[in-house]
């Protein structure tokens, strides 16, 4: 399929560049339909940069937060039809917040993790919860907001002695692998 899109990245552009949004939903998507979003969890998207084999290979960005819109993704795939030219196939996702690929991890932290860490200090739970397909960047995002988190927790004074307990899983395919 790689090589259909490299044949037809030109038009690839043309169409993404002439395509209109149509109005967004105001209710995030869900397996189930719609659910409206839950003032209790926030669904966040990262968009990483292509990887420099990618732009080597000179494959396009496929997926764009919309600017006049506030977390809504833009999702276009080139659809290869049984007659005729390579066709575009849009679609929107809303969530809570997107970030684009030059969003730092950061902003990430100080907008959705920072939030949590005093719930977590003064006793209570914030469970981050990361997921995508192998080389989305999970890994990448996580490993910063970890140390951030530990910086943020265990940084700056602190009158009584306390326990802090993090838990890491990460499950891929069948396993499960943990550090506690």
């Known amino acids: 399929m790689d090589q259909y899109i490299l044949e037809n990245v030109d038009r690839f552009h043309k169409l993404v560049q002439r395509w209109k949004p ?3 939903s105001k209710q995030r998507s869900s397996a189930q339909g ?3 979003s839950n003032p209790n969890m926030i669904v966040a998207a990262r968009l990483r940069v292509l990887l420099k084999d990618e732009l080597d290979l000179g494959l396009p960005q496929a997926v764009f937060p ?6 809504v993704l833009d999702i276009h795939e080139l659809k290869r039809p049984v007659r005729g030219l390579a066709e575009l196939r849009s679609a929107d996702f809303r969530v809570d917040r997107a970030y684009g690929p030059d969003s730092t991890t950061e902003e990430i932290y100080t907008d959705i993790v920072k939030p949590l860490v005093p719930w977590a200090r003064s006793g209570g739970i914030g469970t981050l919860f990361a997921y995508g397909q192998t080389g989305s960047g999970k890994t990448y995002t996580v490993s910063r907001l970890e140390k951030l ?5 265990l940084g700056g004074e602190h009158s009584e002695q306390r326990t802090i307990t ?3 899983i990460e499950l891929a395919g069948n396993a499960a692998y943990g550090k506690f």
């Open 22 to 24: 149509q109005p967004a």
């Open 34 to 36: 719609f659910t409206e």
């Open 66 to 71: 919309r600017p006049s819109v506030p977390g």
């Open 149 to 153: 988190v530990a910086d943020e927790l």
């Open 166 to 168: 993090m838990a890491m």
